[in-house]
Every structure is written in structure tokens, then in C-alpha cells.
T-cell receptor, first 111, second 118 residues
Framework: KQEVTQIPAALSVPEGENLVLNCSFT??????LQWFRQDPGKGLTSLLLIQSSQREQTSGRLNASLDKSSGRSTLYIAASQPGDSATYLCAVGTGFQKLVFGTGTRLLVSP | NAGVTQTPKFQVLKTGQSMTLQCAQDMNHEYMSWYRQDPGMGLRLIHYSVGAGITDQGEVPNGYNVSRSTTEDFPLRLLSAAPSQTSVYFC?????????????????FGEGSWLTVV
């Protein structure tokens, strides 16, 4: 059974720092991996989608990498801002309409 | 463009009551799904649909029913509410398979429905 783990569970940094969020999965037979952002009381917003054949995706200050063989993905956030404060979730696509989610990393960026 | 709309936002039920969580999307997406989110656990798939008239079970389907009579709507029914169904429920939709290798496949989530069963 596919399991997704995100470390750390919570992270607090001062504004301006570069930071890395980690996601690991137990079964490398995935179709893709997605990173989402969740604000309190809100739904999930898709940030980046990496296909299984890709190594990384970039969007603005965000860069996500994927290493299928080792079962790992990282989300790199450059020059963090207070507006980046949220919970970040990763999910692996294991097949038809099947996403397996991690429990998330709660990020707080202080001014 | 409203995206994915869920109602109600908050609901308190008594054990044994039934209710329906509504979900509607205006993006003409074929694929819709329901997830529940519990503390300390990732989102778990309850049911999903690949188009009007076609539904299937996810990881945690017991106690829930779904139907898909139109492309736009995908309601989730709790048949006889139990305290274990206290959770946050999210509806999601996508243009194509969410979880397969199709490129450009973004999944859109509603803002959630907070359900408490007492």
C-alpha cells in the first residue's frame, strides 16, 4: 500500500529565507506527484504537477523535484514571504482518480 | 467562473440522521471526486465519478452514497450519520484523469464542508 510521508510536520522561518519541504513515498510506481497549498478553512490549490518521467517543475519562486527511484520529492521555496504561510500537501498519483496524500507541512513565515 | 462549489460549509448532525453534501462545478469537467480530511491523516478518497451516470468507490466508501445525474453535480449522501464521519469533506474535479500521466491535469478543490456528528 502506498504511503506518503511529509517532514517536517511544521516549520517556522523568518521572511526571506529559502526553504525545502520534503515528501517521501513508499512505492515508486507512481504516475505523477503534485504539490498543493491549503489555507486555513479553505480547499486545496494545486501548485505544481510533476509527471513520472520528469525530474522537476518550476513556477515562480517554487521548484519541485522528483526522484522516483528513491521515493522522494522536495518543494523548494525561494525568498519566503508571510503570504507563503499555509499547509503544503504532496500527493502521488497511483492510478485512475487515485491520489494518495501526505499529512502536510504547516509553514509559518514571520515578518 | 465559480470553480467547485460545496454546500453547506458547516453542518451538525445527530447520530442516525441522513444528509446530502452538495458539490457543483462549472468547468465542464468529466472527473469528480469526494475526499475526507481527518486530523493526522492525509485526504482519503471516498467516491469518484468519470462522467454522468458512472461512479465508483474509493478508499473509504462505507456509509456514503453518490450519484452523478449531470456533468455539473456530484452530491455525497450520508445514509445514517455516525460520529466516525465527523470530518472535513472536499469535492474535487478535473478535466482528465487525476493520478495518471496526462499532462496539464490540474485538479480543482472546493473549499470544504465541515461536518460534525454528535
Amino acid at each position: 500500500k502506498q504511503e506518503v510521508t511529509q517532514i517536517p510536520a511544521a516549520l517556522s522561518v523568518p521572511e526571506g529565507e529559502n526553504l525545502v519541504l520534503n515528501c517521501s513515498f513508499t512505492d515508486s510506481a507512481i504516475y505523477n506527484l503534485q504539490w498543493f497549498r491549503q489555507d486555513p478553512g479553505k480547499g486545496l490549490t494545486s501548485l505544481l504537477l510533476i509527471q513520472s518521467s520528469q525530474r522537476e517543475q518550476t513556477s515562480g519562486r517554487l521548484n519541485a523535484s522528483l526522484d522516483k527511484s528513491s521515493g522522494r520529492s522536495t518543494l523548494y521555496i525561494a525568498a519566503s514571504q508571510p503570504g507563503d504561510s499555509a499547509t503544503y500537501l504532496c500527493a502521488v498519483g497511483t492510478g485512475f482518480q487515485k491520489l494518495v496524500f501526505g499529512t502536510g507541512t504547516r509553514l509559518l513565515v514571520s515578518p | 467562473n465559480a470553480g467547485v462549489t460545496q454546500t453547506p460549509k458547516f453542518q451538525v448532525l445527530k447520530t442516525g440522521q441522513s444528509m446530502t453534501l452538495q458539490c457543483a462545478q462549472d468547468m465542464n469537467h468529466e472527473y469528480m471526486s469526494w475526499y475526507r480530511q481527518d486530523p493526522g491523516m492525509g485526504l482519503r478518497l471516498i467516491h469518484y465519478s468519470v462522467g454522468a451516470g458512472i461512479t465508483d468507490q474509493g478508499e473509504v466508501p462505507n456509509g456514503y452514497n453518490v450519484s452523478r445525474s449531470t456533468t455539473e453535480d456530484f452530491p455525497l449522501r450520508l445514509l445514517s450519520a455516525a460520529p466516525s464521519q465527523t470530518s472535513v469533506y472536499f469535492c474535487a474535479s478535473s478535466y482528465s484523469f487525476a493520478g495518471t500521466g496526462n499532462s496539464g491535469n490540474t485538479i480543482y478543490f472546493g473549499e470544504g464542508s465541515w461536518l460534525t456528528v454528535v
